[in-house]
């Protein structure tokens, strides 16, 4: 079984502060995916990443995959409180199925 | 854009009841999935199908059951509610895109068994 841990589970932070969300995994990834969750919404893809080392960026989100595709991290510049939601990364092995990690709770304190 | 969409968003039910959570998605996507999400548990996996008629268990599929009788519609059945699946229960579906299988989420079913 494949399984992916997020850390930290809980961040609070203050409007412009930078932060790193991480996912990590003894396993290899053919993929990995980034999701956000909003209050009684279902979550929406942000970006994936298939190649290892790869970088992408969307607007103040930096997010990177692990060379050996085992790992990724979540970065949010100058962060604001229209980011503050549930962050899930999910990773894709052989299958079409992904596993999820448990998520991190983002709270961006005006 | 992908479109899922769940029958109810909020969903009260007597134990012992009879459940019916329905998704549809409007993309012709071949695989769909039901997942529940609990706090501090994340995403856990019900059942997923890959074609029309075909199910395959994930990882909790004790007291669901599926059905998938047109490509666009999965649905989800509690066969006798019990309050321990008190949920959320979130659909989805994949479009295969850059590589990787995206996976697409309606809004959920918060469903709450008495």
């Given at each position: 079984t494949q399984l992916l841990e997020q850390s930290p589970q809980f961040l609070s932070i203050q409007e412009g502060e930078n932060l790193t969300?991480?996912?990590?995994?003894?396993?290899?990834?053919?993929?990995?995916?980034?999701?956000r969750q909003e209050p009684g919404e279902g979550p929406v893809l942000l970006v994936t990443v298939v190649t290892?080392?790869?970088?992408?960026k969307l607007k103040r989100l930096t997010f990177q995959f692990g060379d050996a595709r085992k790992d990724s991290s979540l970065h949010i510049t100058a962060a604001q409180p229209g980011d503050t939601g549930l962050y899930l990364c999910a990773?894709?092995?052989?299958?079409?199925?992904?596993?999820?990690?448990?998520?991190?709770?983002?709270?961006?304190?005006? | 854009d992908v479109k899922v969409t769940q029958s109810s968003r909020y969903l009260v039910k007597?134990?012992?009841?009879?459940?019916?959570l329905e998704c549809v998605q409007d993309m012709d996507h071949e695989n769909m999935f039901w997942y529940r999400q609990d706090p501090g548990?994340?995403?856990?996996?019900?059942?997923?199908?890959?074609d029309v008629?075909?199910?395959?268990k994930g990882d909790i599929p004790e007291g669901y059951s599926v059905s998938r009788e047109k490509k666009e519609r999965f649905s989800l059945i509690l066969e006798s509610a019990s309050t321990n699946q008190t949920s959320m229960y979130l659909c989805a579906s994949t479009l295969y895109h850059g590589g990787a299988y995206e996976q697409y989420f309606g809004?959920?079913?918060?469903l709450t068994v008495t």
């Open positions: 969300v991480y996912c990590n995994s003894s396993s290899v990834f053919s993929s990995l995916q980034w999701y290892g080392g790869e970088v992408k990773g894709a092995g052989s299958a079409r199925q992904l596993t999820f990690g448990s998520g991190t709770q983002l709270t961006v304190l005006p | 007597r134990t012992g009841e009879k459940v019916f548990l994340g995403l856990r996996l019900i059942y997923f199908s890959y008629k075909m199910k395959e809004p959920g079913t918060r």
